[in-house]
């Protein structure tokens, strides 16, 4: 079993950054692929970010891909994701995952998931 503990989130003016942690404990050495999704009231969950466990691969949506970065630190089993220039169509609930296979991040499968941490972005 793995579980990710989530940090980061709040609630911000539009226009400011935020950075989300994510730190992996127990079965680590499971070769997973991070990432995070996000879920807005009324609204399906979404991938807004993954990256793979060497750090090599990211994955972006599309329509954050200009305003996040996201990177893992392997040694410390922690994902970090970096969104600027928050607008209030960010505001969701945020939730760390993981899956062996990044392809199935991204059909929104999840092999494990964090608590979640809610943004709320105020114009």
């Not at 329509?63 to 994701?81: E, G, H, P, Q």
Request: include cysteine; proline fraction near 2%; glycine fraction near 10%.
């Amino acid at each position: 079993q793995v579980q990710l503990i989530e940090s980061g989130g709040g609630s911000v003016q539009a226009g400011r950054s935020l950075r989300f942690s994510c730190t992996a404990s127990g079965r680590t050495s499971a070769n997973l692929v991070m990432g995070w999704f996000r879920q807005a009231p009324g609204k399906e969950r979404e991938l807004v970010a993954a990256v793979s466990w060497s750090g090599g691969i990211t994955y972006y949506q599309d329509s954050i891909k200009a305003r996040c970065t996201i990177s893992r630190d392997s040694a410390k089993n922690t994902v970090y994701m970096e969104i600027n220039s928050l607008q209030p169509e960010d505001t969701a609930v945020y939730y760390c995952a993981a899956h062996p296979i990044l392809d199935r991040l991204q059909s929104g499968e999840y092999q494990y998931l964090g608590q979640g941490t809610q943004v709320i972005v105020s114009s």
